[in-house]
């Protein structure tokens, strides 16, 4: 009888498929510009599942209006495949989509990197879980690291199938 050889897991496994952006991520604006500084947002962020965040905007008709209106401009997914990330979005209308090529994966404690190259430059995705969320920040390399800010933290819920 033939030999089974098992390969391992990739460390990515967890985060494969399909994420919808979290309205209220942090973006690069600066922080007063922060959905966050209102009350109503900063407790929607403390939910611990989108689901659990539908809940809360049920009880609260109000805040669910000012959230709606916030997530109809907001609209950015995050495809993550074996080989590959793929970012979509509309930027002022238009549609974009951005796929990166993996070139290599690496488990960090808690955490999972993900090297790409995109737009001729090495970056690494660093992807954890908080509860029921995707958190992922860019993490720059060579003289990038030196030129851009640190990257900020955006969320991401599993997409409805």
Same mark, same amino acid.
């Given at each position: 009888?033939?030999?089974?050889?098992?390969?391992?897991?990739?460390?990515?496994?967890?985060?494969?498929?399909?994420?919808?952006?979290?309205?209220?991520?942090?973006?690069?604006?600066?922080?007063?510009?922060?959905?966050?500084?209102?009350?109503?947002?900063?407790?929607?962020?403390?939910?611990?599942?989108?689901?659990?965040?539908?809940?809360?905007?049920?009880?609260?008709?109000?805040?669910?209006?000012?959230?709606? !209106?916030?997530?109809?401009?907001?609209?950015?997914?995050?495809?993550?495949?074996?080989?590959?990330?793929?970012?979509?979005?509309?930027?002022?209308?238009?549609?974009?989509?951005?796929?990166?090529?993996?070139?290599?994966?690496?488990?960090?404690?808690?955490?999972?990197?993900?090297?790409?190259?995109?737009?001729?430059?090495?970056?690494?995705?660093?992807?954890?879980?908080?509860?029921?969320?995707?958190?992922?920040? !860019?993490?720059?390399?060579?003289?990038?690291?030196?030129?851009?800010?640190?990257?900020?933290?955006?969320?991401?819920?599993?997409?409805?199938?």
């Amino acid at each position: 009888m033939a030999e089974v050889i098992q390969l391992p897991q990739s460390p990515l496994r967890p985060y494969l498929g399909l994420w919808r952006i979290d309205p209220l991520s942090v973006g690069r604006h600066k922080r007063s510009m922060s959905p966050l500084n209102d009350p109503g947002f900063a407790m929607l962020w403390q939910c611990a599942s989108v689901d659990e965040r539908h809940e809360m905007l049920a009880a609260d008709a109000a805040l669910a209006a000012r959230y709606a !209106e916030r997530s109809a401009r907001i609209d950015r997914t995050l495809e993550v495949a074996a080989t590959r990330l793929t970012f979509c979005g509309t930027t002022g209308g238009t549609p974009r989509e951005a796929t990166c090529p993996i070139v290599k994966i690496t488990a960090e404690g808690r955490s999972v990197i993900a090297q790409v190259i995109s737009r001729r430059q090495l970056i690494g995705y660093v992807f954890r879980r908080q509860q029921s969320w995707l958190v992922a920040s !860019e993490r720059y390399y060579g003289r990038a690291a030196t030129l851009y800010p640190r990257s900020p933290v955006f969320r991401y819920y599993r997409h409805p199938a």
